[in-house]
């Protein structure tokens, strides 16, 4: 199996108004093959502090075992070289068993991390839409350089900066 470029979102929600048009627009991504969610994990944190967690994946517990494997293979490459790679392979692969990215423990430092009345979102969100892109750059000798996503207080940052002194 291929994967993607995978992006880590997060989102925070004061009161939010949940009516489903977040849900449907991720849904549309994924029958588009756009997108393919990893891992969706979602808390809400009532206003008396209880605390309610929902997580997705359109990951089959195959694919998910084998995305834990290639994440745990290239941080154990970082870390320790090939030996360290094969070592990571293994410990990604069984950290995925379940198929879930995302802990128990990591539902509850999220729901310490908001407070009463608030909820939060943590996407794990492959980009299918880059791979016969990748592909094509790949076949054309193309090496990536730089990998970067620009956000629009990122351009208001760089026209203050070239302002200043104008």
Known sequence: MEFGPVQMLVVGFEHGKFEGEILAELK?????DI????DLLFVNKDDDGVITAVELSDLSQE????FGALAGALVGLGAG???????GAAAGAGAMEDGQAFSDQDVWFVADAIPPGSSAGIALIE??????????IGRAGG???????????DLV????EAGVGT
């Open 63 to 66: 694919e998910s075992m084998e």
């Open 81 to 87: 070289g090939e030996a360290g790679a094969e070592a």
């Open 127 to 136: 980009h299918r839409w880059a791979i016969p892109l990748r592909e094509a």
């Open 28 to 32: 549309r991504l994924r029958d588009e």
């Open 35 to 38: 997108i393919r969610l990893v």
């Open 143 to 153: 090496q990536p350089l730089a990998d970067e996503w620009v956000h629009p207080a």
């Open 157 to 160: 940052a760089a026209g203050a």
